[in-house]
């Protein structure tokens, strides 16, 4: 077992790391790859990892993605890598050297996406492997050589299986995310992958936190590792307003209906606890009208894909995910994280809320707290060491209207009266605001074109009793969404009269 005390290497301190690309000398191939992605200066993690990674040693960091983790481990590996480079067409001279390991298909889509774009101007190349699709068109791939591999696990070792790909001259391993392959079980797989590498190697590994199994697995496979912690891994950005909402089960779409509203958001993550209750409530909110696309397990990579990509060019303003479908995924500006239901872990937490203010944006985190979550939450107040305030919610429509009581109400709206201790409920009628110039009506357009979305979900899970929320839906005189929502648009017949 090697000693994981941290070891920071002492001329990393403040004062004299490089903050500026440009003073890390990088290769030309590579400085022109990071000036193109318009990078200036370094993000912390970038800046404490990649000296410590050029001069080979093993790396245990604890950073989420979204601070930069991906340049950190990949312009070091690729830079030490360049001796290798070569035009050659043959596979042998073009070994996998690198190996990066992601959780999920998403993750390593993306980390793949950023190394071919950080290595673009070098001879080196780089693939992906994730399950989900086909093998053939990855087998193609790794048969004409790869430098860098990135994969998921269970992918990587049906190729290692079919003898696609060797890995016994592989120099370097990122064990990105660690955390969560461990959450997933993916343990034995990783495991046996590192089985098949030669000893003799520099091994990444970065993670949220640093758990005692994290640690156990550090204490495995890393050789005297540097530890780098960029950030407290519990830590929310202050520029996120966070609200937790007493709210009952039924109640909660018709919250997010009306805090959408209220809020005037044009998109949001909407993050629920299960896959079935994702592909559930996306369902019932397409039906109410609001666009809306659902990002989970069962997904098939290419609904997957197409999910994150309808999000990212605005065709659909919500995306409602579960924690290991989203997470880390570098979309930027989402101006809102509604938690439909409450994380079974207080880490998923902040990752969850980590997806809004990116960057010194102000952001908005909304919880839904039913009864049954107060564990939950007194978890999220000790890892934030924070006192969470509950706070109620009031329906527009449930108001008094004061107009059946014989008060006049010259169409203002009612506000329940603040310091009024009597017990008895007040309502006051404030003058309207005034407009803010630029505001601008929130608009609800057309259902999306692509006829994908116009299909109704079909469960690969066996189905099960409706939640709580759908069940309200089907119950007569219940209102459960606001007067605000239009229905989204009439459903031709299928079948013509006779
Ligand atoms: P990552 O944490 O690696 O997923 O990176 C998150 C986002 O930050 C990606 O969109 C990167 O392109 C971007 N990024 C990484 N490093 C820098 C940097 N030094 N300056 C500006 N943007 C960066």
């Known amino acids: 077992m090697t000693d994981l005390t941290p070891d920071l290497i002492p001329e990393l301190s403040a004062e004299t790391l490089p903050m500026a690309f440009a003073q890390l000398q990088l290769s030309a191939p590579l400085a022109r790859a990071v000036a193109e992605m318009g990078y200036e200066s370094m993000t912390p993690i970038q800046a404490q990892a990649i000296p410590v990674v050029l001069q080979g040693r093993d790396v245990m960091g604890a950073a989420q993605t979204g601070t930069g983790k991906t340049a950190a481990f990949a312009l070091p590996l690729l830079q030490r890598m360049l001796k290798h480079e070569n035009a050659s067409t043959s596979p042998a001279r073009h070994p996998v050297r690198a190996l990066v390991l992601l959780p ?9 996406e950023q190394v071919r774009l950080y290595g673009k101007y070098t001879n080196l190349r780089s693939t992906v492997v994730f399950g989900g699709i086909d093998m053939k068109p990855q087998t193609a791939e790794l048969k004409k050589g790869v430098e860098v591999l990135v994969a998921t696990p269970g992918r990587l070792l049906d190729h290692i299986e079919a003898k696609n790909c060797v890995l016994n001259q592989v120099e370097y391993v990122v064990l990105d995310e660690a955390d969560r392959m461990l959450d997933i079980g993916f343990l034995p797989d990783l495991q046996r992958i590192l089985s098949y590498l030669p000893k003799q190697r520099t091994t990444l590994l970065f993670s949220a936190t640093f758990s005692p ?10 050789q005297n590792p540097v530890t780098i912690e960029v950030a407290r891994s519990n830590a929310t950005a202050s520029t996120v307003e966070q609200h937790f909402y007493s709210v009952g089960d039924d109640d ?26 994702c592909a559930r409530l996306a369902r019932s909110l397409e039906r109410e009208g609001l666009k809306t696309t659902a990002l989970h397990g069962d ?3 290419d609904e997957r894909l197409k999910a994150l990509e309808s999000f990212k060019s605005s065709e659909v ?7 290991v479908a989203a997470r880390g995924l570098d979309i930027k500006d989402v101006p809102a994280v509604f938690n439909f239901d409450i994380p ?19 952001g908005l985190a909304v919880n839904f707290v039913s009864k049954s979550d107060a564990r939950l939450v007194a978890d999220i107040e000790k890892l934030l060491k924070t006192k969470i305030d509950l706070e109620a919610i009031e329906f527009e429509e449930d108001l008094p209207d004061i107009r059946k009581q014989g008060h006049i109400n010259d169409g203002r709206r009612l506000y329940k009266q603040e310091g009024d201790d009597s017990g008895r409920e007040a309502y006051v009628a404030r003058a309207p605001r005034e407009p803010r110039s630029d505001y601008k009506p929130r608009t609800r357009s057309a259902a999306p074109a692509d006829p994908f979305f116009d ?13 709580p929320w759908e069940a309200a839906a089907a119950r007569p005189g219940v209102r459960t969404i606001s007067g605000n929502i239009r229905s989204k648009r009439k459903v031709a017949a299928l079948f013509a009269p006779v």
Do not use: M, W
């Open 104 to 112: 999920t298909r998403e993750l390593a889509d993306q980390v793949a």
């Open 213 to 222: 199994e994290i640690k156990r697995l550090a204490g495995s496979y890393l």
């Open 252 to 277: 909660k779409r018709r919250a997010l209906h009306q805090i959408l509203n209220q809020r005037e958001l044009k998109q949001a993550f909407v993050f629920v606890n299960s896959k079935l209750g």
């Open 299 to 301: 997904k098939s990579q």
């Open 317 to 323: 303003d919500l995306l409602v995910c579960t924690d």
């Open 344 to 362: 079974f872990h207080a880490e998923d937490y902040v990752h969850r809320i980590g997806r809004t203010g990116r960057a010194g944006q102000s």
């Open 455 to 467: 299909k109704p979900y079909e469960p690969s899970l066996p189905p099960e009793a409706a939640p």
